[in-house]
């Protein structure tokens, strides 16, 4: 309880996930990531083998190995920065934090986001990709393409699974994604 007299605070960003989802407009807020693609297949599958397995982790490394051979690309149409990306890409990260790996430099008082776009990478590739996310040096890959930017709009994303901090979100394009800076104050512990 120090840490209440003691007045530790952090202010910090939230994100958010505008859409219409048919019927009305819908705003959704995120601490971590939206990944859009492989990052929310796998996240897809896992949510869907953890009742069999029992255990996240191993529904997680199940979920990762049954994608690994499948490596599927969706044609995709985004706007960063005044900036279109169009072209087949494995997966998108748009992080407020390190996004699972995929945003490693992202931090959740900035007033930023960091966007990582992965495109196709051959096989051997995304063994190297893997090593890399796990020493958490994904940006440096040849395959990946990253930002920073106050907003990012997703105009299309054929058929590509779409999550937000892990909550699988219905398929609507467009999409607009963004930061509220010091939206939330936490409290910090010693």
């Known amino acids: 309880m120090n840490w209440v007299i003691n007045n ?10 505008n859409f219409y989802d048919g019927e009305k407009h819908v705003r959704r807020y995120f601490m971590n ?16 083998t953890k009742r069999f397995w029992g ?3 191993l529904s997680y490394l199940a979920a990762l190995f049954l994608l690994f051979f499948e490596r599927k690309l969706y044609r995709t149409h985004l706007k960063i920065n005044d900036e279109h990306i169009r072209g087949r890409i494995m997966t998108v990260c748009v992080g407020n934090a390190t996004g699972y790996g995929q945003t ?9 986001l960091d966007v ?4 196709r990478p051959e096989l051997l590739e995304v063994i190297a990709g893997l090593w890399m996310l796990i020493q958490g040096r994904i940006l440096n890959h040849k395959m990946v393409k990253s930002y920073r930017t106050k907003k990012v709009r997703v105009l299309r994303a054929r058929n590509a699974s779409v999550d ?5 979100l ?7 994604i963004g930061i509220l800076s010091e939206s939330i104050t936490l409290i910090i512990p010693n």
């Open 8 to 17: 530790r605070k952090k202010k910090i960003d939230v994100g958010y996930c």
């Open 33 to 48: 990531a939206v990944n859009i693609g492989l990052g929310a297949r796998i996240v897809r599958i896992t949510d869907q």
């Open 55 to 57: 255990v996240k982790f």
């Open 104 to 112: 490693p430099s992202a931090v959740p008082y900035n007033g930023w």
């Open 116 to 119: 990582s776009v992965i495109y």
């Open 164 to 168: 937000l901090d892990g909550r699988i």
């Open 170 to 176: 219905p398929k609507h394009f467009p999409i607009e």
